[in-house]
């Protein structure tokens, strides 16, 4: 029902800043959880930050203080600041909207994009 688009992906090195964008199309509703996921090669991909249905924000520790996330709920769009990166920050990077959550845990149906890729170097 919703379509899912990243952008804002990139390489760049230690300390710098990189701004995602999520642009949705389809239907959306006001209860659903919006999210920005992560996955490194070889390994579990990782809840980065979820905002619910009531503004609520979830952000995962290893982000916590860098990494900021909104939304434009008339461009129906989900963004990530992400501000002093780190090596270990360099991952594909996934919009997903979903029926619930708790915390960036997803519940129902979740609609996932194709992702952006992030790499920092050292």
């Known amino acids: 029902r919703v379509q899912l688009v990243e952008s804002g992906g990139g390489s760049v090195q230690s300390g710098g800043s990189l701004r995602l964008s999520c642009a949705a199309s389809g239907t959306t509703y006001n209860s659903d959880c919006w999210s920005w996921y992560r996955q490194a090669p070889g390994k579990e991909r990782e809840g980065v930050s979820t905002?619910?249905?009531?503004?609520?924000?979830t952000y995962a520790d290893s982000v916590k203080g860098r990494f900021t996330v909104s939304k434009d709920n008339f461009k129906k769009t989900l963004y990530l600041q992400m501000n002093s990166l780190k090596p270990e920050d360099s991952a594909m990077y996934y919009c997903?909207?979903?029926?619930?959550?708790?915390?960036?845990?997803?519940?129902?149906?979740?609609?996932w994009g194709k992702g952006t890729l992030v790499t920092i170097s050292s």
């Open positions: 997903v909207v979903s029926d619930n959550c708790f915390g960036t845990d997803l519940y129902g149906m979740d609609y």
């Open positions: 905002i619910d249905g009531d503004g609520d924000i």
